[in-house]
């Protein structure tokens, strides 16, 4: 059964950083994208960053760019997302997905297949 699941979400303020963890079971990720996606309330699910199998293609979204990082460990089936200089704005549940298809990466949510549950960031101002 593939299964992603999610950990490192809390409460923090404005300024300060956040580390996700994303944990991959169930099948062998080191050739698909990963990516990180996010919904704050009352919004739609939006494109944070992806990244490809090798780790050698990276996205972000232009709201995080300079201050997220995405990594991977394909050795643990991991993937990371390093939050630096949070803003309120980054509240929302945040998501880990894979690709089914390997060897591509893009920012469309529709090409990802396999979803973790989510994990809930709040940055107070």
């Known amino acids: 059964q593939v299964q992603l699941v999610e950990s490192g979400g809390g409460l923090v303020q404005a300024g300060d950083s956040l580390r996700l963890s994303c944990a991959a079971s169930g099948r062998t990720y080191s050739s698909v994208a990963m990516g990180w996606f996010r919904q704050a309330p009352g919004k739609e699910r939006e494109f944070v960053a992806a990244?490809?199998?090798?780790?050698?293609?990276?996205y972000y979204a232009d709201s995080v760019k300079g201050r997220f990082t995405i990594s991977r460990d394909n050795a643990k089936n991991a993937v990371y997302l390093q939050m630096n200089s949070l803003k309120p704005e980054d509240t929302g549940v945040y998501y880990c997905a894979a690709d089914r298809t390997p060897f591509r990466v893009g920012r469309n949510e529709a090409a990802y297949d396999y979803w973790g549950q989510g994990t809930q960031v709040t940055v107070s101002s």
């Open positions: 990244i490809s199998w090798s780790g050698g293609i990276i």
